[in-house]
């Protein structure tokens, strides 16, 4: 670049002299100027170092690079003058003026046109991007000057839904209607759809790219140049609102008190240990001091995720942490576990829960959620374990769907079994139930915000479905709680408040975001609410107990619940038919068996789909 500066000093004079009148001709003045020329190409050198011109790359020469070439063209000028009056050449002083302009011109332009060669030849050599960059305001035109010096993108069109901009030509592109988009890469050859609408909201961002992907195109989304140099925030909608935001009641702050004795210096079993109630309850019990926690899981990941997170919070605790890996179904390794480590707690929190797809594997499901249960309890009274808690929900009264069902069976299993014990000579058997946890993994509430997060819309199954909900560390402290006041055979129901509108929650949840709910009474809200009709076993509502009667306990949100069950002989016969069913891999069987023996289960048929 320094070379090409010099080349253009004798090359700007000759221009001069070509063009200023009463010179006597090119020739002459050229040769008259001759003994100056090397001394001012010195200077030039000089300043061109100096000034840092001969420094600046192509594809930075913006308009201080062109500042600098001004003044570089003008201190030229300046001592052209000079020597020419050193030496004394008859040059008219306008000669000079006209030089330094001449210069600055040449240089300019030809860095200007350099450029372009350059790109040129880049952009033969190697694949390049054809772009299209949705929104024509002022992050879109940026996005066009930066990319009139980049070697392999190429800036084609902006697509505006401002029908002011449409038609225009905007930095030097075409505005288009969106609604020609699929006409434009066609013809266009475009290759890339860059969004530049940092003022949309992330959810109509959202929807537009995704629109955008389903013909095939590569979609990007850009922020704005506030964002980038952080006046704004990235991202400043998307952090997930804690669940107990959510809830229409304040959240039980309980304390487990005495309590804790029934954990202290004991050997405790987490079934289910990496769920979300399993590895909540891991947390709580490991407050209370046991001597040692085994954590029994069937998921390889879950349960080394909760071991390593245990680990870290027992240092200095004097707690021992053992990870199990391994199902409540194998009758051999449950033994082994109560052999090996003389459990004295059991909390059995492992099952699967997620209606549909229990729905969709009934036999698995039952297999399970049931005979898991009896296992691990058979294997627990045989090993002389002290107390054993059972993990229940809302689902099994009069349950609809298959998952309520199985643990309604579990709640009836391990009943049975308390009866079978004489009062003070054997485990005391006990279940907690309760509604919906918030936050959980596949709740309602990370789906909600999964969904927000990729621009809607929020599905719900009907617009008047209720639930009862609970945070993961209320429900955890009710139950640890219930579990110490239990005597053998309760029931115990927790306080859940109100039933809860999905509808509402779902509301809660676009708004809790700074978003608006796009209805027909704000058609040009951010995120929209659809109707997916009921699913498989899905109900309107869920109850907490069959009879309605519920009795206090020490505790203002624990009750417990005067249920129903089932002789020895008849537990025996449901168990028996269950097992040939699964045995058979006969899931007609299967149904049939729980529809015999769980009150109220008749499974629902789906309502039809329709969006609001």
């Not at 929104?135 to 401002?162: K, M, W, Y």
């Not at 929900?393 to 769907?401: C, G």
């Amino acid at each position: 670049m320094l070379g090409f500066d010099l080349a253009l000093v004798p090359l700007a004079l000759l221009f001069t002299f070509a063009i200023q009148p009463g010179l006597g001709g090119m020739t002459d003045a050229a040769f008259e100027y001759a003994f100056v020329l090397p001394y001012l190409m010195v200077i030039a050198a000089g300043l061109s170092f100096w000034l840092g011109i001969c420094s600046v790359q192509l594809n930075a020469y913006d308009g201080s690079a062109v500042g600098m070439t001004a003044i570089f063209a003008c201190a030229l000028s300046g001592f052209s003058f000079l020597l020419s009056s050193l030496a004394s050449l008859t040059l008219d002083p306008s000669t000079h003026v006209i030089f330094g302009i001449s210069f600055f011109v040449f240089s300019a332009v030809s860095r200007a046109v350099l450029l372009q060669v350059v790109l040129a030849i880049y952009r033969r050599s190697s694949p390049h991007c054809r772009v299209l960059i949705y929104g024509a305001g002022t992050t879109g035109t940026q996005l066009v000057s930066a990319f009139r010096a980049h070697e392999t993108i190429t800036p084609v069109a902006f697509v505006d839904d401002n029908s002011a901009l449409q038609g225009l030509d905007v930095a030097g592109l075409p505005v288009y209607t969106p609604v020609r988009i699929a006409e434009i890469v066609k013809d266009k050859k475009i290759d890339r759809v860059l969004l530049a609408v940092p003022s949309l909201s992330h959810p109509k961002q959202a929807q537009i790219a995704r629109r955008l992907q389903k013909m095939g195109l590569e979609v990007q989304t850009i922020p704005s140049f506030s964002q980038l140099i952080g006046e704004e925030a990235l991202i400043d909608k998307l952090k997930p609102v804690p669940p107990q935001n959510f809830l229409t009641r304040p959240e039980v702050a309980a304390t487990l008190g005495e309590g804790s004795e029934c954990y202290l210096d004991k050997v405790v079993l987490i079934s289910g240990a990496g769920g979300t109630i399993g590895s909540e309850l891991s947390r709580q019990v490991l407050d209370c001091r046991p001597r040692k926690i085994v954590l029994y899981e069937l998921s390889e990941l879950a349960l080394y995720t909760v071991d390593m997170e245990l680990r870290q919070m027992a240092k200095g605790m004097d707690v021992e942490i053992v990870p199990v890996l391994g199902s409540v179904t194998d009758p051999r390794q449950v033994r082994q576990v109560f052999a090996d480590h003389s459990i004295q707690v059991v909390l059995h929190a492992a099952a699967y829960k997620h209606v549909p797809l229990v729905e969709s594997n009934p036999l698995a499901g039952l297999a399970n959620n049931v005979f898991g249960t009896q296992t691990l309890a058979k294997e627990a009274a045989d090993a002389g374990v002290e107390r054993i808690i059972l993990v229940s929900s809302d689902k099994a009264v009069r349950p609809t769907n298959v998952m309520g069902a199985s643990k309604r069976l579990a709640e009836l299993v391990i009943q049975d079994l308390a009866t079978r014990v004489p009062k003070g000579e054997g485990p005391i058997y006990t279940i907690v139930r309760f509604g919906n946890v918030l936050g959980s993994s596949g709740s309602v509430v990370p789906l909600f915000q999964e969904q927000l997060r990729r621009g809607g819309p929020i599905t719900v199954t009907h617009p008047d479905v209720t639930r009862y909900f609970m945070t993961v560390p209320e429900a955890v402290k009710l139950v640890l709680k219930a579990g110490a006041m239990a005597e053998g055979g309760e029931i115990f129901v927790l306080d859940m408040g109100k039933p809860v509108s999905i509808m509402q929650l779902a509301r809660q949840v676009i708004e809790s975001a700074g978003y608006s709910v796009r209805d027909t009474a704000n058609p040009d809200g951010d995120i929209e609410i659809t109707i997916t009709g009921l699913r498989p076993g899905e109900k309107m509502s869920e109850e907490l107990t069959y009879s309605g009667n519920l009795i206090g306990t020490r505790h203002s949100k624990v009750f417990a619940a005067q249920e129903g069950r089932l002789s020895e002989i008849e537990i025996a016969s449901v168990l028996r038919a269950l097992r040939h069913a699964l045995a058979a891999s006969d899931k007609k069987a299967a149904i049939d068996v729980v529809t015999r023996w769980v009150e109220g289960y008749h499974p629902q048929v789906p309502a039809g789909r329709k969006t609001s």
